[in-house]
């Protein structure tokens, strides 16, 4: 088993928010607790809904944001400080990849001066080699050096984000944090990508950090799940493994709310209640209010993060190796 | 029997650009129809033409019928009554749809005026009920609040009980749960069944989403760049596609359970409408396609009694499907 590349150990966030005008600042914890550690080579994917805080732990992962509390370390190493040269050499090893390619992009310039704008900052090569680097990086993308002339505008949404991947990949990173990357594309268009990325990923080793809601697609990149519920993992597992036999309430839910062509709705697991709100978080379990088996210690007791046999870590009172895990 | 509806030779041009091409339909009495495509094919705009809402610039021909009455060119007070009263719609984005600076209260109130003709204690009374028909918690309380005081699945409910305040024979969902998280995605379409079950109504279901489609509708219609390319109950389209565009896109879908395989993506994007062949659309892209195929585009043909699919290659295509379920 080789050593993770990158280690995050319990980081916590919290934002001040104020409920209109006059409200009272509340704090909101958007991620309380996070640990996860990512192995060379491999995938781990985070699932979960909107505000279950996976978008503030890829930030924190890449030092975009610094965690209130514990800390990450990358290689072995921990975080430099933000804007010191140690800082900008570790960030030269990992990039990140937004769902909104045409957000991440400037419509004013060519689509090859974006891709080449990485290597000018970090200063990487001649400018001939520059030059070079740029159409083997469109090759490596599936586009050719016609498409790098282009402006954002004249791509198509599937293009666009070939083109931000192979902005992401021009200081040959060791790490990338892709944060829905496939959400706005069509399903055609997303399979394209989803094998791109599997692709790239066997050639170059890459390290991947792959944030989506999409079940299906993060089960088809990913090696370990993690399963994220109002800044909290509740379900951490390896891919396969963890949505044929979910554990957690929350992830029995998930997985039995995604929809599956030709299977018709028997027996689906409908959550009463609203999505959870991190500004008012429960006490107890997050997830107890809209759990089906809920009981008195839940709404009192947080659950911890514990192992349920094999390489699978459950927080659920109700979850427990001997009780559920004998069938595996 | 005459269709619910029935739309024939439906085509759209925007300023000279074609971006429907021909569109067959019919729709049955509380029949649950889904439209399934990507982008840019007509799902959306199929609808818009039939209920007269696409802007004056578009150029609209063919045939819309709701109970044997052709709509397209109807006049503006009888498209009034039809709209929201036979046909309602709900959108992807409910937020925006409702008006965020009037209560919820009032804008019911409105869609009860307008179709059902109530006054008073009756439009309260007749408001409460729909609250409550679509599960909104303490509805009495609830009626005097904001739509931003709700939150998204709660929206996309309050806009199915203003959808149904006209009693409507038939209602459009396009791409309804679309910006719901998971959990409520699922809520909202057990929602949209129980309702039609309740009220007979016929519902067309439009999504990108092929399981939010096959799980909730009856029949389901393939659109592609304008045409729709195959048309079959829900559960032969899933086991047995034969359109290779039908067949790819359940392919390019990662499955959530057994073996990981590489995703079969279908090469190529979607062509651009203003530079269509004369073939057939799918061409370009299609691993079966042969000479024939870019000389003209192929109409719907019948394979079984009641499934239609647009493609000269359809044996070829089935047979390629069948010899890799036989491998």
């Known amino acids: 088993m080789s050593a993770p590349l990158v280690e995050v150990s319990s980081i916590s966030r919290s934002y001040s928010m104020r409920s209109g005008m006059f409200g009272r600042a509340a704090a909101v914890h958007a991620v309380d607790g996070v640990s996860l550690g990512i192995r060379k080579g491999e995938t781990l994917g985070l699932v979960g809904e909107s505000g279950s805080g996976k978008s503030t732990t890829g930030r924190i992962v890449l030092g975009l944001e610094p965690p209130d509390l514990g800390d990450v370390r990358f290689d072995g190493q921990p975080m430099a400080a933000v804007g010191t040269k140690a800082w900008r050499a570790q960030r030269a090893r990992m990039q990140m990849i937004f769902q909104d390619p045409l957000g991440a992009l400037d419509r004013r310039l060519p689509v ?16 001939a080699e520059r030059e070079d680097r740029v159409g083997e990086l469109l090759r490596a993308v599936e586009l050719t050096p016609a498409h790098g002339a282009r402006y954002p505008g004249a791509l198509s949404g599937g293009q666009r984000q070939r083109i931000v991947l192979a902005r992401a990949l021009a200081t040959k990173p060791d790490f990338l944090v892709c944060d829905e990357p496939v959400s706005a594309l069509d399903v055609s268009i997303q399979a394209q990508v989803v ?6 990923q066997a050639q170059l080793g890459l390290t991947l950090l792959f944030i989506s809601h999409d079940l299906r697609v993060v089960r088809q990149i990913s090696n370990v799940v993690a399963v994220m519920y109002l800044g909290r993992i509740v379900e951490i597992g390896s891919a396969d493994d963890l949505f044929a036999h979910p554990e957690h309430p929350y992830t029995r839910a998930l997985v039995s709310a995604s929809p599956a ?10 959550l009463t209640g609203d999505p959870p709100n991190p500004a008012a978080r429960p006490q107890g379990c997050a997830f107890h209010p809209r759990c089906p088996r809920a009981i008195a210690r839940c709404a009192s007791e947080v659950p911890t993060l514990s192992s349920v046999g094999g390489d699978r870590q459950v927080a659920c009172h109700l979850v427990t190796g001997a009780e559920t895990r004998d069938a595996a | 029997m005459v ?18 091409r021909g569109v067959d339909l019919a729709l049955g009495k509380g029949e649950a129809l889904g439209l399934v495509g990507e982008s840019g094919s007509g799902k959306s705009v199929t609808w818009l033409a039939a209920l007269g809402l696409l802007p004056r610039h578009a150029k609209v021909t063919g045939s819309v019928r709701l109970h044997g009455r052709e709509l397209l060119g109807a006049p503006a007070h009888e498209l009034d009554q039809i709209r929201g009263g036979r046909i309602a719609m709900i959108f992807q984005d409910p937020a925006s749809a409702l008006n965020p600076v009037l209560t919820i209260r009032k804008q019911l109130s409105e869609a009860l005026a307008l179709h059902r003709d109530l006054q008073g204690e009756a439009v309260k009374a007749e408001a409460m009920r729909l609250l409550n028909l679509v599960g909104t918690p303490d509805a009495a309380r609830r009626l005097s609040a904001y739509p931003h005081e709700f939150s998204g699945g709660q929206v996309q409910r309050i806009m199915i009980a203003m959808a149904l305040a006209g009693n409507p024979d038939v209602l459009i969902a396009d791409e309804p749960t679309t910006a719901l998280d998971a959990t409520i995605q699922a809520q909202i379409l057990e929602l949209l069944s129980s309702v039609r079950r309740e009220m007979g109504m ?30 079959a109950p829900s559960n032969q389209l899933f086991a047995d596609p034969v359109h290779p565009y039908a067949q790819g896109l359940i392919g390019a879908l990662p499955p959530l359970d057994g073996p990981r395989r590489r995703l079969t993506a279908i090469p190529g994007t979607v062509p651009d409408p203003a530079r269509m062949s004369d073939g057939c659309a799918y061409a370009p892209r299609c691993a079966l396609a042969a000479e024939p195929c870019g000389l003209a585009a192929p109409t719907l043909a019948p394979i079984a009694s009641d499934r239609t699919v647009a493609c000269i290659r359809a044996e070829a295509s089935r047979r390629a499907l069948l010899g890799t379920a036989a491998e």
């Open chain 2, 3 to 20: 269709p619910l509806v029935s739309i024939q030779g439906l085509s759209v041009a925007f300023n000279g650009v074609a971006v429907l």
């Open chain 1, 261 to 270: 062509p030709g299977r018709r709705s028997a027996g689906r697991i409908v």
């Open chain 2, 202 to 231: 016929a519902m067309v279901l439009i999504s990108h989403d092929l399981g939010v489609v096959a799980e909730n509708c009856d029949r389901v219609a393939v659109m592609y760049a304008g045409r729709i390319v195959e048309q």
């Open chain 1, 195 to 200: 094998n791109l990325l599997a692709d790239l």
């Open chain 1, 112 to 127: 090859a001066t974006q891709i080449r704008e990485p290597l000018d900052i970090h200063g990487l090569g001649t400018p």
